[in-house]
């Protein structure tokens, strides 16, 4: 077995032919139960939502029917769920689930069964939105710095950001020159959306630049825009990559520094808040998903790495500190707390293969036995030794360092002959010159001997 090779700790299939993003998988206590355990949300663009708690009897062991919390077909194509204080009123943990064109907030709800069977959950509509442009992707925060609540952006397809404070719309917003949506992050530290245009460069938008700028009712600016009424929005700084980035994530594990987090087709970057390019590394096969997580090591963040040649690297800042495969190639990775165990690595491939895993390898089941220690007496072994080489040394002498012993020949041949040459040569050989070749002819049988020394029985 190989060493870097992802421990597979708990694994499923979801469903059949369905399709899934990197925006399909979130981790969270959507249920709101307290114990600091995360569940598994997956969203397929097939419309079915499910929630997952695993909890294998031991490490391996495939999906059981109690593993799987919820299932529920929501008909329409699921573009990414998330889970936060989406509800006004509560600080409770909602899930919001995006959709092509709605987007709805959700309760996850628990009951306690009275039978083997275990708890009933539940998912309760809490409020939706009808979207009047289709939507790509939506990101939530605690936009203008408010307190005890999350608000949600979404991004339509023709570079909108729609802005929903919980049950309410805000505004709507166009970024200006957007040809094609992007990946879309939000910074509480800067209080800015961070994206990727289509000019193939990071962008910043203050929140509150969007805020005050002059409402998007129509795609072409108008006239009276043109004159110099309202605000345009302008961007706050820019960062040309030359690339198209695939996702963005935005960092934050103390109060003094935020880092945002790109990763592009070939290059992984790393940003200050002003779009300075604090490290970037470039990347030898064609990523697929990241990650950016909390590092052991002061003033350094590790980095999960998917590829398309089904491995999960992880880099502290720009080295690698691990390399391990996968059977899938991930489309989305999340790090979480399953089962009491903190750390685990779920990933999600586009045809649905679900797996936890961690990293390292399984401890070995051999154990050596005890070895009975015993005090070593040195006169004894002394003497033991200077006896074996005596021992030794009396048989070299008597029968050296080869033994050799005489042992007298079964059969003894013996012949007689003549101690002059024939004249002319006997030799059959006469392409040789048999001329030239001497010979010597024993005539008489009485000539050759033999004795034997054991008994020989006649052969009829």
Avoid at 74 to 100: C, I, N, Y
Avoid at 212 to 223: S, V, Y
Avoid at 229 to 248: F, M, P, Y
Avoid at 328 to 333: D, G, I, L, R
Wanted: with cysteine; hydrophobic share 35%.
């Amino acid at each position: 077995m190989s060493l870097f090779k992802a421990r597979d700790w708990w694994s499923t299939v979801l469903g059949e032919k369905e399709e899934f993003d990197q925006g399909c998988l979130c981790l969270a206590d959507v249920d709101n139960s307290g114990n600091g355990q995360d569940k598994i949300i997956v969203g397929s663009f097939m419309g079915y939502l499910r929630i997952f708690n695993p909890r294998p009897v031991k490490t391996g062991d495939g999906a059981q029917a109690e593993d799987l919390l919820l299932e529920v077909h929501l008909r329409d194509p699921v573009l990414q769920v998330q889970v936060g204080k989406f509800v006004s009123g509560t600080e409770m943990l909602h899930l919001a689930v995006l959709h092509s064109r709605k987007l709805c907030v959700y309760s996850v709800s628990g009951t306690l069964g009275n039978v083997e069977h275990g708890n009933q959950y539940q998912i309760k509509l809490m409020y939706e939105h009808n979207l009047q442009r289709t939507a790509c992707n939506m990101t939530y925060g605690t936009f203008g710095g408010v307190k005890g609540r999350d608000l949600i952006c979404i991004q339509s397809m023709d570079g909108m950001l729609m802005v929903f404070e919980q049950e309410s719309y805000a505004f709507g917003r166009f970024l200006p020159g957007s040809l094609l949506p992007g990946p879309l992050a939000y910074s509480s530290r800067t209080d800015s959306f961070i994206t990727v245009s289509s000019c193939r460069q990071v962008e910043s938008y203050k929140y509150q630049v969007l805020a005050f700028a002059t409402d998007a009712d129509k795609r072409q600016e108008t006239e009276q825009q043109k004159l110099g009424s309202g605000k345009r929005l302008v961007v706050d700084w820019t960062l040309n990559i030359g690339e198209q980035a695939l996702d963005i994530c935005i960092v934050s594990f103390n109060q003094s520094a935020s880092s945002i987090f790109v990763l592009g087709e070939r290059n992984f970057f790393c940003l200050k808040d002003n779009g300075q390019i604090r490290f970037m590394k470039k990347l030898d096969c064609s990523p697929s998903s990241f990650l950016p997580y909390c590092s052991v090591s002061e003033g350094t963040i590790n980095t999960l790495i998917g590829n398309h040649n089904k491995m999960l690297h992880v880099y502290q800042d720009v080295t690698l500190k691990w390399a391990t495969q996968l059977p899938h190639v991930p489309v989305a990775v999340r790090v979480g707390c399953l089962h009491d165990l903190k750390g685990v690595i779920v990933t999600l491939s586009d045809d649905g293969h679900l797996q936890c895993s961690y990293l390292g390898t399984d401890p070995s089941l051999f154990q050596a036995p005890k070895v009975e220690s015993r005090e070593l007496n040195y006169d004894e072994l002394d003497k033991e030794l200077k006896e074996l080489q005596k021992l030794i040394k009396d048989v070299n002498k008597l029968q050296g360092v080869w033994p050799m012993t005489e042992k007298e020949d079964d059969l003894k041949v013996s012949a007689l002959v003549s101690s002059n040459f024939d004249s002319v040569s006997q030799a059959p050989d006469a392409e040789v010159g048999a001329d030239l070749v001497p010979s010597v002819t024993v005539k008489q049988p009485r000539y050759i001997t033999m004795q034997v020394s054991i008994i020989i029985n006649p052969v009829n």
